[in-house]
């Protein structure tokens, strides 16, 4: 089955700064998704891409298929980005996650 | 308005015991899932259904039996609890929309077998 790749497994930041999360995979995917978890344990969607750019306010996410890779970039991080960021890909209606990137923003 | 919602959000119980965990979808979609997250956090696929049909067993053993009444509930009943079933259980459920294949999470339910 397919692999996933993330990294850094840990990552730990000041408020204010950025920072880049990345996800590999093994072979080419169809379906892609960043979640965060949250420290109350909800995993939330926060990008559905398999290709291209997308932005969400702070947030945003390059899928470049071609080369099997993603990239979740998080400006101006702030306290409540803390968590653990999920990527999952896979094809079809099968995901398979990532072992995630644990972030803390500390104020 | 709860889109994936697990029943219950916590529940304690002892090794041996039967329990099951509920999972309901208002977002009208056809497939949904079961996932465990271990305490590294790992999430993996346990099951899935379409339309009340099982199209995903992974292994899993067979003391976890998943149960579609129809296809906006999917539930996971576990028989003979062990102290390896601690986790906590995600519920999902996949939209699809042309090209998009998206899949939505439950709050989770956490298991703690004692």
């Known amino acids: 089955g397919i692999q996933v790749e993330q990294s850094p497994p840990d990552l730990i930041l000041q408020e204010g700064a950025n920072s880049t999360l990345r996800c590999n995979f093994s072979?080419?995917?169809?379906?892609l998704q960043w979640f965060h978890q949250n420290p109350w344990g909800q995993l939330i969607n926060l990008f559905y891409i398999p290709s291209g750019t997308k932005q969400n306010g702070r947030l945003s996410a390059t899928t470049v298929a071609t080369e099997r890779y993603s990239l979740l970039y998080i400006s101006s991080s702030q306290t409540t980005d803390s968590g653990v960021y999920f990527c999952?890909?896979?094809?079809?209606?099968?995901?398979?996650f990532g072992e995630g990137t644990q972030l803390t923003v500390n104020p | 308005d709860t889109a994936v919602s697990q029943t219950p959000k916590y529940l304690v119980t002892q090794m041996g015991n039967d329990k099951s965990i509920k999972c309901e979808q208002n977002?009208?979609?056809?497939?949904m899932y079961w996932y465990k997250q271990d305490s590294k956090k790992f999430l993996k696929i346990m099951f899935s259904?379409?339309?009340?049909?099982?199209?995903i067993n992974e292994t899993v053993p067979n003391r976890f039996s998943p149960k579609s009444p129809d296809k906006a509930h999917l539930n996971l009943h576990i028989n003979s609890l062990e102290l390896g079933d601690s986790a906590v259980y995600f519920c999902a459920s996949l939209g699809r929309e042309g090209l998009i294949n998206e899949q939505f999470f439950g709050p989770g339910t956490r298991l703690t077998v004692l």
């Open positions: 072979d080419s995917v169809n379906n």
């Open positions: 999952a890909g896979g094809s079809g209606s099968r995901l398979t």
């Open positions: 259904y379409n339309n009340k049909e099982l199209i």
């Open positions: 977002l009208g979609h056809d497939t």
